[in-house]
């Protein structure tokens, strides 16, 4: 494990002891924070992308056709 991993998880583990009060006052802080919320969103699309990547696609025309409909 290396340094940056073994913060990390010291990190989630306190956060992951807090009450729920105060785990999302210490939210309300990150999300309150636009460059903390930034790094956030990044992080979420990425996940998104990598749940979503062995999805089917479809054609763009498809896709816009559908919503004009």
Wanted: charged share 40%.
């Amino acid at each position: 494990m290396t340094s940056s991993e073994a913060t990390a998880e010291v990190f989630w583990t306190a956060f992951s002891a807090l009450d729920r009060e105060a785990r999302d006052k210490f939210m309300e802080k990150v999300v309150a924070d636009p460059e903390l919320r930034e790094e956030l969103e990044d992080l979420l699309d990425l996940e998104i992308v990598a749940e979503r990547s062995g999805e089917p696609t479809r054609p763009l025309d498809e896709a816009l056709a559908e919503i004009d409909e």
